[in-house]
């Protein structure tokens, strides 16, 4: 899903005629997408479907509800810097995560009364700061999600069923290491099934995650 390119790579970083504003491509994202895709425009899902990208130029929440399924979707996968933004309908769209990773405010406008949020958490175990550009660019990344997400718990915790499963806690895996994704899976996997059993957990609950660390040696 990231093919490495080291010669895409050093021109995203250093190219500054304008060329060149991404680091990985997205062929191998959009390549999965249309291959598993059961339908070509958000409108047709069989479930409701809506999208949330962000405007590159004016840096706005914007909702996709109706559009090209692969290229909405695909947009909404688009990490500034890391993969490239796309193109819609004349404007420019990048990761809705940008300023709304976990878009529970759009699911209350929509007319939820029950929200389910998958969270994905941070490398809370770091021993230490990442050393490569690309890998602090998204650890910084993942600490702005979680702390938005956070600030909208806050919001609406008791307001709606709030029903958020935790994320994998701790965790000693850099963002840009895909090495031992069957691991976090595994442990993942075993994580939420425990909580499903417990049933509704209160959502206040995971203020518990705000920022913290491990300074023991966390299982790697």
């Known amino acids: 899903m990231f093919p490495t390119s080291p010669l895409l790579g050093l021109l995203g970083l250093l190219d500054l005629s304008g060329r060149t504003d991404?680091?990985?491509?997205?062929?191998?994202?959009r390549r999965i997408l249309h291959?598993?895709?059961?339908?070509d425009r958000l409108e047709d899902a069989p479930t409701p479907l809506h999208v949330v990208v962000t405007d590159v130029l004016t840096g706005a929440g914007v909702?996709?509800?109706?559009?090209?399924?692969e290229d909405s979707i695909l947009t909404s996968a688009a990490i500034p810097g890391v993969l490239p933004p796309v193109s819609l309908d004349a404007r420019v769209y990048m990761d809705g995560g940008v300023v709304n990773n976990s878009p529970i405010s759009h699911a209350v406008e929509l007319g939820a009364d029950t929200v389910w949020v998958f969270a994905t958490g941070y490398?809370?175990?770091?021993?230490?700061?990442?050393?490569?550009?690309?890998?602090?660019?998204?650890?910084?990344?993942t600490l702005i999600v979680q702390q938005r997400m956070l600030l909208d718990l806050v919001r609406y915790a008791g307001v709606i069923d709030l029903r958020v499963i935790p994320p994998l806690c701790p965790v000693a895996v850099?963002?840009?290491?895909?090495?031992?994704?069957?691991?976090l899976i595994t442990r993942s996997y075993a994580l939420d099934a425990d909580w499903l059993?417990?049933?509704?957990?209160?959502?206040?609950?995971m203020l518990s995650q705000a920022a913290h660390r491990h300074d023991v040696a966390p299982r790697r």
Not at 22 to 29: Q, R, T
Not at 35 to 39: H, M, Q, S, V
Not at 126 to 138: F, H, K, W
Request: hydrophobic residues 35%; neutral net charge.
């Open 22 to 29: 991404h680091l990985i491509s997205n062929g191998g994202l």
């Open 35 to 39: 291959d598993n895709l059961r339908f």
């Open 174 to 183: 850099s963002p840009t290491d895909f090495s031992q994704a069957r691991d």
């Open 123 to 141: 490398s809370c175990a770091l021993q230490e700061p990442r050393r490569s550009a690309l890998g602090m660019a998204l650890h910084a990344t």
């Open 197 to 205: 059993k417990q049933g509704p957990v209160d959502p206040a609950t």
């Open 63 to 69: 909702l996709l509800s109706s559009g090209p399924a």
